[in-house]
């Protein structure tokens, strides 16, 4: 499979943002975009649940979208909850994405995946994979755009979406579409060799085990390679050694000529996933960043609303 958007995008240096908390990104696809902004859109979501990609009950997905959809993009989100907890319909998880998301015209769409013991996270990375092609396939039942998917993810979901992103051979033969780019918030993860080989808690234990191989096989750090999708990396400042790692990552895929930006946010690690939607100057940061990958994304993300 190409990789995530190759020959649609041009590959540049990495953005390593080293403000404080907000980041300051390129600008928008189009400047005469913003004059031609789309309204917001009125009316309750349309909500799809437990949709099915796989046999298990744990390859689910929910669906929210705008009433009258057409051609939207979505925003793919992956919870976390350390490999082995956590659940799509969270509060913290989906409420304020949606209420954020969903009035400005795109789609959101959240998923479950396989957890500990029965599954690891390359399992689980694949996991993910599956449910982005069955969602590109179905999208255009719901007013999406199969074409314009952005993945986010947070905390273990924040891990498996920089894996996939760096590694879409996970997907196999799966008939995906390259995604626009992706966020990871507050992955906790990108460099599973440099984790393990340090103190560490034991979550990372049970997701990792001590395989060598397998630690370079699921780390995004390790990943890395020339031609992968945009990606903005969310970092607390209150844990500076997950923000310092966060750059060495950015640092790395720069080298290679992929484009990674570094967002600092002085929020904890739950917040940085349930703020998000919420917190102005949070959001406007995330959505300055995804402003640069579309320009129907761009359209539909009003500066400063």
Not at 176 to 192: F, K, N
Request: proline share 7%; hydrophobic share 45%; charged share 20%.
């Amino acid at each position: 499979m190409p990789r995530a958007g190759q020959g649609a995008r041009t590959a540049g240096l990495a953005l390593i943002v080293i403000g404080l908390c907000r980041a300051s990104f390129a600008e928008p696809v189009t400047g005469a975009a913003r004059g031609n902004a789309r309204p917001a859109v009125h009316g309750e979501p349309r909500v799809v649940r437990n949709v099915r990609y796989g046999s298990d009950i744990r390859q689910r997905f929910d669906v929210y979208a705008p009433p009258d959809a057409k051609g939207a993009p979505v925003i793919f989100m992956v919870h976390g909850g350390g490999w082995a907890y956590g659940d799509k319909s969270a509060r913290g998880v989906t409420a304020n994405k949606v209420s954020r998301w969903v009035p400005r015209g795109f789609i959101v769409i959240s998923t479950n995946y396989r957890m500990l013991p029965k599954a690891d996270p390359l399992e689980q990375a694949k996991d993910i994979a599956r449910a982005v092609a069955v969602a590109q396939q179905r999208v255009a039942s719901w007013g999406g755009d199969p074409a314009k998917f952005i993945l986010m993810g947070h905390s273990a979901g924040g891990h498996l979406v920089a894996l996939l992103n760096e590694s879409p051979s996970l997907a196999g033969e799966l008939p995906i579409t390259p995604w626009l780019g992706a966020v990871s918030i507050e992955s906790g993860a990108l460099d599973v060799v440099e984790i393990m080989r340090g103190r560490h808690a034991r979550l990372y234990d049970r997701a990792f085990g001590r395989d060598t191989a397998y630690w370079r096989a699921a780390s995004p750090m390790h990943a890395l390679a020339p031609g992968a999708a945009p990606m903005l990396v969310v970092c607390s400042i209150r844990r500076p050694a997950g923000c310092a790692r966060s750059d060495r990552f950015a640092a790395k895929a720069g080298a290679l000529g992929s484009r990674v930006s570094v967002l600092r946010e002085d929020l904890s690690h739950a917040d940085a996933d349930a703020r998000l939607g919420v917190d102005p100057g949070y959001t406007n940061a995330v959505e300055a960043f995804m402003r640069t990958l579309d320009l129907a994304v761009d359209q539909r993300l009003p500066v400063g609303q």
